[in-house]
């Protein structure tokens, strides 16, 4: 009698299984690292679009500053009102300019919000996923289904939070 319970051909069928998962694990692992780096170029883009749209915010504010400093000025010199109310008409269509810019910013930035907590959430699963290959890997070469189950199990945890990434846009 043989001191090893299993037979070459039980051996031959873990091993496929245990490659298959893998595999399948791999094919997932490729996936989510793609989104991530979507998401990763997505909170990039809508970051620099926050920052550009307050240098503008910035901008109107020092523009309306003067304006209004120039107005004040013109209304204590005793110079014709008409010039000054140009200037506060132009201080009001950069004032709603500045609620209009604001807006714009702070929907930017819950959008870039949003884009890296999926990337967060992939560079996790892609670790989950990147451990569940290293396990299987190591029951192929132990011939320890115990290891090999745990794997997949790990592996199936790594996938479910890697496609809910896919969901949170």
């Not at 043989?2 to 692992?29: C, G, H, M, Y």
């Not at 690292?33 to 990763?40: C, I, L, M, P």
């Not at 132009?90 to 709603?96: F, L, M, N, S």
């Not at 989950?128 to 790990?154: D, F, K, Y």
Request: aromatic share 6%; with cysteine; net charge neutral.
């Amino acid at each position: 009698m043989s001191a090893n319970p299993e037979s070459p051909q039980q051996t031959n069928l873990f091993d496929k299984r245990a490659a298959l998962t893998i595999a399948i694990v791999a094919i997932f692992l490729a996936f989510i690292q793609n989104q991530g780096s979507k998401a990763k170029t997505e909170a990039l883009t809508h970051t620099n679009q926050m920052s550009n749209t307050l240098t503008n915010f910035q901008s109107n504010n020092i523009r309306t500053e003067i304006m209004a400093t120039r107005a004040s000025l013109l209304t204590q010199s005793g110079t014709p009102n008409s010039e000054a109310d140009l200037l506060r008409e132009e201080i009001k269509k950069y004032e709603g300019e500045k609620k209009m810019l604001s807006a714009k910013a702070e929907e930017s930035e819950k959008k870039a919000e949003t884009f890296t907590t999926i990337e967060e959430r992939c560079h996790v699963s892609s670790l989950i996923l990147q451990i569940a290959v290293v396990l299987s890997a190591i029951a192929i070469l132990a011939h320890w289904t115990p290891l090999w189950i745990v794997g997949s199990l790990i592996g199936a945890s790594g996938v479910v939070v890697g496609v809910s990434s896919f969901f949170m846009t």
